[in-house]
């Protein structure tokens, strides 16, 4: 069977263009001049043939012109599109490569096939965000020297003492007495000897609020604020929310969000094509770590690390349930009552406050540490199981 494309050929390495046609067999092909406008610049004995196998095929893009690059070096091409592809799909000769751009050239045609491709997007960027993107971060984070994670806890202690904490206000007898007592009591769980564990107490006043919180760095740096010493009513409150925070760093909590954040920052980075911001990236690392926004799963392991280690020094868990609380409490009360008076402040010259806006702000619940720290009715029912197994007498709950 013999196929006959017209078109245009081009020596190799040159811009002239002769009118031709692309003679086809099985096997072979064959370039025949049919313009004879510039055939004088041509040596008319030169063969132009050669192995079918032998031919670089462009990929079909519509309509465009399609280039097959032969044997020799020159260029024939062609609008001829539906006879090029004929030729692939019915010649032994084509190569593999040129059959699958074809099958995906039919694909990318095809709606249905657009969309199955699109859904399937869609599944692996979600699978990818969901899973992937945690277990790299997870892995990364746990091949990593501790001697990155005291010097990225040591910065970021740095810069929060530079923006948003203050010095502490509470006693030198009180810091050592909670010292002390981690020292001799909580210490023992550290989960790593290269971790040098250190509180830090810090004044953290925002607005003229001061704020209950507490945050583990992966350096083991951790601060309590006093507004957090002040609504603590006993040393096991205290006790229960060192090891929570303890738990952040055994399990690499912090060097896992780092990483997932800066993986993400730098996949969209790729994605967008701005180089530019990768600058943004150490920016956003001390503010990311500080706030201590960690997922729910972090804060469950953190959570159950807590609460295994307080039966096994026979603390009820039931102390964190009762520091949260009051936490949640005090935040919610001081954001009620700066919101009343930002209201009344707005309707002095008026007889009454606007009763639905009061309502509005009575059921807000703010809390930087709450914020920090979600689905708080979920991490007290958790602590209440724990703390059944408690007054069982378990070391174990199940």
């Not at 180089?275 to 392991?301: F, K, M, N």
Request: glycine residues 6%.
């Amino acid at each position: 069977m013999v196929n006959l494309i017209s078109g245009k050929w081009y020596p190799k390495d040159s811009s002239v263009q002769y009118t031709a046609q692309l003679t086809l067999t099985e096997t072979r092909y064959e370039v025949n001049i049919v313009s004879d406008e510039t055939s004088d610049s041509l040596d008319s004995s030169q063969n132009i043939d050669g192995q079918w196998s032998q031919v670089a095929i462009s990929d079909r893009l519509g309509s465009t012109e399609r280039k097959l690059t032969l044997a020799d070096g020159s260029l024939f091409t062609t609008h001829d599109n539906d006879a090029i592809d004929n030729f692939i799909n019915s010649s032994q000769g084509s190569s593999t490569g040129s059959k699958w751009s074809l099958r995906l050239h039919r694909h990318e045609t095809k709606m249905t096939s657009v969309l199955t491709m699109l859904v399937l997007t869609i599944v692996f960027v979600f699978s990818f965000i969901k899973w992937g993107i945690p277990w790299t971060s997870q892995t990364v984070a746990h091949a990593l020297p501790q001697a990155t994670g005291d010097f990225i806890g040591k910065q970021s202690l740095k810069f929060a003492d530079g923006y948003f904490l203050q010095p502490t206000k509470i006693s030198d007898t009180e810091q050592q007495d909670i010292q002390s007592r981690f020292e001799t009591r909580l210490k023992r769980f550290s989960g790593d000897d290269r971790i040098h564990y250190q509180i830090h107490f810090r004044d953290m006043n925002i607005n003229g609020l001061s704020l209950p919180n507490a945050f583990a760095l992966p350096s083991g740096d951790i601060v309590l604020t006093d507004k957090f010493i002040e609504l603590s009513k006993n040393d096991d409150e205290i006790d229960a929310v060192l090891l929570h925070e303890m738990g952040h760093v055994v399990e690499r909590h912090g060097l896992e969000m780092l990483t997932q954040n800066s993986l993400t920052t730098m996949i969209v980075i790729l994605v967008l094509g701005n180089p530019d911001g990768i600058s943004e990236v150490a920016t956003g690392l001390g503010t990311a770590l500080v706030s201590s926004h960690y997922s729910r799963q972090y804060e469950t392991e953190a959570d159950e690390f807590a609460f295994n280690k307080m039966l096994e020094i026979d603390v009820n868990p039931q102390a964190f349930v009762d520091i949260l609380s009051r936490m949640e409490d005090y935040s919610t009360t001081v954001t009620d009552t700066k919101d009343v008076d930002d209201t009344t402040h707005q309707h002095e010259d008026e007889d009454e406050i606007d009763n639905e806006k009061v309502g509005e702000v009575e059921d807000e619940k703010l809390s930087d540490f709450l914020s920090s720290h979600p689905n708080t009715q979920l991490r007290i029912k958790m602590a209440e199981k724990y703390s059944k197994c408690f007054e069982q007498g378990l070391k174990v709950c199940k």
